[in-house]
């Protein structure tokens, strides 16, 4: 069987009344992520993993932040068009190793909905999604609040 692993990172500017779409679940807080389109770094930071191991490129060569049709997309969507590129390449995933960065709020009471959103949109079981949260201890652009980041590793195999 052949495996392949694919890292993925992405970051968003949060900005004050915006809505705040993190793992395709709405978290609620005073400020959300700018993007073009719903600004969701996790499921971004997904694609990312899942195109890259796969050697297909990243995010913004699939869907690129010039196409006025993905304006404002649910990224859910987005997650949904990685998949099947990676279907259409003979890929399933294995499993999905993600880390939230992000000093406030706290989503750890999120993360089942988060894993159980991923996997509905992946057609995977939740056991396969692995999501953790961690602050930057103050430190940085999300210890100030700033921005959220997000790494994932994803896990494929060759059907």
């Known amino acids: 069987m052949d495996f392949r692993i ?8 949060l900005q004050q009344g915006l809505p705040f779409w993190l793992g395709g679940v709405q978290i609620e807080h005073t400020k959300g992520s700018l993007g073009h389109s719903d600004g969701d770094a996790l499921i971004h930071a997904i694609c990312d993993a899942m195109l890259g191991a796969a050697n297909l490129g990243d995010i913004g060569v699939h ?3 010039t196409d006025p049709s993905l ?3 649910d990224s859910k969507i987005l997650l949904r068009k990685t998949m099947d590129i990676i279907a259409q390449k003979g ?5 999905i190793d993600s880390t939230i960065c992000l000093q406030r709020p706290k989503v750890k009471d999120y993360i089942p909905q988060m ?3 991923l996997a509905k949109v992946l057609d995977i ?4 999604i692995s999501i953790k ?3 930057t201890e103050k430190l940085g652009f999300v210890g100030r609040e700033e ?3 997000a790494y994932a590793l994803v896990l494929l195999r060759k059907n």
Do not use: E, L, M
């Not at 079981?125 to 396969?128: A, C, I, K, V």
């Open 147 to 149: 921005g959220v980041s």
């Open 71 to 73: 304006k404002g997309i």
């Open 63 to 65: 869907f690129p932040d």
């Open 115 to 117: 894993q159980a959103q």
């Open 91 to 95: 890929y399933t995933i294995g499993n």
């Open 125 to 128: 079981d939740p056991q396969q």
């Open 133 to 135: 949260a961690t602050t």
């Open 6 to 13: 694919g890292f993925g990172y992405d970051v968003h500017q």
